[in-house]
């Protein structure tokens, strides 16, 4: 009966107090879970998701070599995987959770963007959206006030940037949470 | 092009925290936001909501004679009106919601139970339920393992309570989240 | 693992054609259904429910008399229930649903209204919204664009109607279906 | 205010006789729809939206070499564009769709798969999935009760095919729409 469930959402909509949330819900009635975060997140420190209202917790890290069927048979009585900053899994890892999940009853709770400042789907998002078996969105709004859906990456001068790397490695690019209309005005 | 927006839960879902989510994202971009809680609710003392992760904030209080038009009437530049234990409100404060949802636009976002320990509706989510624009439910799980949509109360041995008062002064009622089967069995 | 869903509308949304479609998914699966209607909905003659777009077929009715746990007991190897115009059902015929979900692994599916041309809820979809696991909006649009979520009522000029019975025999009201911000302002 | 909508599900949920249903609602408005279907699409015969339940239109087709901006722009007045098999969509033509949607305000509704019978997306999907402002799935079951998320090829053995090409053309491939664990079991 356990399910792959992806929610997904804009930046900055409060996907990772969400998670943290969900945790405390699970720890408070005695379950234990396992939450991962991905390595190249180094916002906060590494192996950490942190709250934009203060909460945060150490958590372990994946990156593309993480098997996440070892590390489950390794630690029976799991209730729950928890995933931060999901667009990063590979494929086959969000294979794996799926996997997992309808042959183990094993639950996984993936938390993520959809898309890049290019609109375009990362690796992890576009199988968690191929293969979740629920999928929510977290609302957050457009400056304009509609609902925020994309990414958008600016400049120091606050202007749209559509050419770059999908990830910037030292994190300096900004970004906004922008409605579909406000991304294509730009 | 505001809504009314209801966002419904089992008891410790992680409704206060979201809307403290919520309230910190309007207010990262500048804008204000009116926050108010029931004046019943004591858990945590008066004018507080709280979440279970450890943020909270001192919130405006409603109770029956709160006009929620004259109180707006009286701020003007509230981007968002955010009401914590809404189940609470009465049929003519969601009324008013409602109206300013569409004649002034604007937005409410109310976050509630739906139904009291006997499955019955309170007057705030009756009425949250008929006209809200959006309704999404905050999902928590049920010890076992299915989605929690109801709230059971319990006595000092863990058993099923069905008879008593819908809210109990004093706050010694415990309370479990259960999904119907749990409920139904008792 | 059965649920009560409640699917509800605003009307001319399609419900009735949602639900053809369903018992015709089952039945094309080798399952058999029981399909329900209001007595008193003579829109288009006793006992039948009907899709705008052609397709009908003649189905159960149910009154404020009617048995549904008597009515599965006679009747073993039911995959689902459905019902249309289930705004009608009275709460105890909702709470035998939830029960019949939960205790016997019989799932309902119930298409409805919320409210009335006043705003306010039926008795069965009040109880529907307050029991049901899994609520689904069917949207349908108001003549402005928005999506409609009120039922209103127009007298022979276009006119809304404010005052009146619940349901009006002989059928003769008309309703538009409207967005919030259409119904306030009339 | 326009909004691109993905409705997604598996296989004979209704998705066809779903979007008759918004044609119609619109059209019986007095609005005009612009409908479209897959080329590649012959079950029914070529241009043609069909229904189980019966019903069926003729509208129009599209391939990899339709330039849904200048068909609009040759027909002012269009209230929405509907589109059937919308997993054949090019990803350029759904960033056409969005584009439209959000600097012209011309809604688009697309019904399709998420994915093909080895759990991977299709063009259309993929692109849908990243960019819709709106997402709905519509839900239908496995044989075993759960609900259906997957499309799995069969042979005439009733047995999981897992290679072969995305699209079988002739039509002679048989599928079924299973939930995730009988499509990982098998």
């Known amino acids: 009966m356990a399910k792959l469930f992806f929610r997904y959402a804009a930046m900055n909509a409060g996907k990772s107090t969400a998670l ?19 390595r190249l997140d180094d916002r906060y420190g590494h192996g950490r998701v942190t709250s ?5 917790r150490e958590v372990e890290q994946f990156d593309e070599h993480t098997d996440f069927v070892a590390l489950m048979d390794a630690t029976p009585g799991i209730a729950c995987i928890l995933v931060d900053e999901a667009q990063f899994l590979s494929k086959p890892q969000v294979v794996q959770l799926h996997e997992m999940a309808h042959l183990r009853n094993l639950p996984a709770i993936c ?8 609109g375009e789907l990362f690796p992890g998002s576009a199988t968690l959206l ?16 509609r609902k925020a859906t994309m990414n958008m990456r600016v400049d120091a001068n ?5 050419q770059g790397a999908q990830v ?19």
Chains 1, 2, 3, 4 share one sequence.
């Open 52 to 56: 934009r209202l203060g909460p945060q």
């Open 111 to 118: 938390y993520g963007l959809r898309t890049d400042f290019q």
């Open 20 to 38: 943290l949330q969900v945790a405390h819900n699970y720890e408070e009635r005695g379950h234990r879970v396992r939450i991962f975060t991905a």
């Open 158 to 162: 606050n202007r749209k940037v559509t």
């Open 130 to 145: 191929a293969l979740a078996d629920e999928m929510d969105e977290m609302k957050t709004i457009c400056d304009c006030g």
């Open 168 to 186: 910037e490695i030292g994190g300096n690019a900004r970004y906004r949470s922008v409605c579909g209309r406000c991304f294509r005005q730009g």
